[in-house]
């Protein structure tokens, strides 16, 4: 009985606090209308996509993608508006991939490289082999065999028919599902402890196929069914080795080579991939903008979403739409000529694929850092070095009101995540209910990872990251080819640009910034 009078006692204290929440509604009827009457978000990311095309970091496409967004901006009317660096290496562009097979029969082949792999320097032709390069015994084992051959490194892929839909929305089920607090043990350290040994491997792995003579190597992809899903080298970073040209191809090619060369067929190939690395500045950019606030214009209200893509589709669903709705939701404010009284800044944040850079570089330098107490033994990137670390404040620590994210895909926004903020959630209750007619009510007190969000989260500050309908993102989109405008869903970006617009505004107005968790103040792990 206590049990049930204490439950029942904390949700009557959450429904209290929930009735207190101003919500300002007619500011966000206004906001509403904006956001469905005038929107301007489809154009926005048209010219994202099909005018800038792929935005990977420090290309010359990113470059173009930088100024077109701070003219945009400030066309718009948005103050302070600026590009700030922050240090990454390499850029990289490609024109043109051409992989065929010549024997034992002729046929073309679906395949891209990896962004910052060379290109072949003309068309080469050579023989293709199987091997597995996984450890330093395989590479000792391969030591002189593999001079002018084409390497496949994956066995076939297991392809099956599909267990879900391709294009998929949360249910009512999922959605109360996402509202539970599932305990489970923490993985990040694993997780950093397996990419740190693939890290320093692909480094030896790069130099001996370089070494050896190798032609090019080629993967599968890790989506069947069409898509191919490509990703990076770590060749951007100053004194990592170039290696090879390396390939990704679609599952049902690869498949097809594999098994030729398994049964004892002779298959040759011819590869062209025009690629380079573009040096120059090796600083890469985050866009900011501003609208001033009033009387607490020291505080900031932040939204962001990351501006880079992987090369080989448009970066559509990940992440132009997002952008298109952060840029969005900063004009709608602009355009009705609101005041708040923290002042609103929204981020395009440069390089989150390679690690959330970006975002990463920018609360280092304006809000808080975990800094290392001693020099990692190994040159490893940032987002995977270890050890004991301090986290050290700087000065706007303490004016940062709340920052809100997007990058799940383009789907619509049904709801926020509180990174275990339990004191956030009836705030946030209180505001979606003004938008909950546009599909958002959900407030789930999980964390959730892999974006700009925990660049934030991990250093104490109120940092959050919106639910988000999967639609056919990781079935189909994400960092595949097939990621371009025409997966885009258009009501879904205008509700999303009204419910970010509702959320800066109310986080920007309220009378006192976002509750924060318990900062941590020592590090015996990574961060």
Request: proline share 6%; hydrophobic share 40%.
């Amino acid at each position: 009985m206590r049990k049930v009078w204490v439950l029942a006692a904390v949700g009557a204290l959450a429904c209290n606090a929930w009735a207190q929440e101003s919500v300002d509604w007619e500011t966000i009827g206004r906001i509403r209308w904006e956001a469905t009457r005038n929107s301007q978000v489809m154009e926005t990311v048209r010219v994202m996509t099909d005018v800038l095309g792929p935005r990977l970091t420090n290309s010359p496409n990113m470059r173009r993608a930088e100024a077109w967004a701070k003219e945009t901006l400030e066309k718009w009317g948005l103050a302070n508006v600026h590009l700030e660096g922050f240090p990454f290496g390499r850029g990289w562009t490609f024109s043109r991939c051409v992989v065929a097979m010549t024997t034992p029969t002729e046929a073309m082949l679906l395949a891209f490289p990896k962004a910052w792999s060379p290109g072949t320097n003309g068309r080469r032709s050579g023989e293709v082999v199987r091997v597995s390069l996984e450890s330093e015994g395989d590479l000792e084992q391969q030591k002189g065999k593999l001079a002018g051959k084409i390497v496949l490194l994956d066995k076939a892929a297991d392809s099956k028919p599909p267990e879900e839909p391709l294009f998929k929305r949360y249910k009512e089920e999922d959605l109360e599902e996402l509202e539970q607090f599932p305990i489970r043990p923490p993985r990040e350290e694993e997780w950093r402890r397996l990419a740190r040994k693939e890290w320093v491997f692909g480094r030896k792995r790069a130099e001996f196929l370089a070494a050896e003579g190798v032609i090019a190597t080629v993967e599968v992809s890790s989506r069947d069914g069409g898509p191919v899903r490509v990703m990076g080298t770590s060749a951007h970073r100053p004194g990592f080795p170039e290696g090879v040209p390396a390939l990704v191809m679609a599952a049902e090619h690869y498949n097809r080579l594999v098994r030729l060369v398994e049964k004892g067929e002779k298959v040759e190939l011819t590869v062209e991939v025009d690629a380079g690395f573009v040096d120059g500045d090796p600083k890469a950019y985050n866009v900011i903008a501003e609208i001033p606030g009033t009387d607490l214009k020291e505080q900031v209200v932040m939204a962001g979403a990351h501006f880079d893509s992987w090369p080989t589709g448009t970066g559509a669903t990940d992440n132009a739409a997002s952008c298109a709705v952060v840029m969005e939701a900063a004009r709608i404010l602009q355009s009705l000529g609101v005041k708040p009284r923290r002042t609103i800044r929204i981020a395009l944040w440069n390089s989150e694929e390679q690690g959330l850079n970006g975002s990463r570089s920018y609360v280092c330098q304006h809000f808080a850092c975990w800094e290392p107490k001693e020099k990692p033994l190994e040159d490893l990137p940032e987002s995977l070095e270890y050890g004991e670390r301090t986290l050290v404040r700087k000065k706007d620590f303490d004016k940062l009101a709340a920052y809100f994210n997007l990058d799940f895909g383009a789907g619509a926004i049904r709801g926020i995540y509180t990174q275990e903020n339990l004191a956030v959630k009836p705030i946030f209750s209180a505001w979606l209910a003004a938008v909950e007619d546009l599909g958002a009510k959900t407030v789930s007190v999980r964390s959730v990872g892999g974006t700009d969000h925990l660049s934030f989260d991990r250093v104490g500050l109120p940092g959050f990251q919106f639910i988000q309908d999967g639609l056919d993102y990781m079935t189909r989109t994400h960092h595949t080819h097939l990621d371009t405008y025409d997966r885009l869903q258009r009501e879904d970006l205008v509700k999303n640009s009204a419910i970010l617009a509702t959320f800066l505004y109310q986080a920007a107005m309220r009378e006192k910034p976002l509750p924060r968790k318990p900062t941590p103040l020592e590090s015996s792990g990574p961060r």
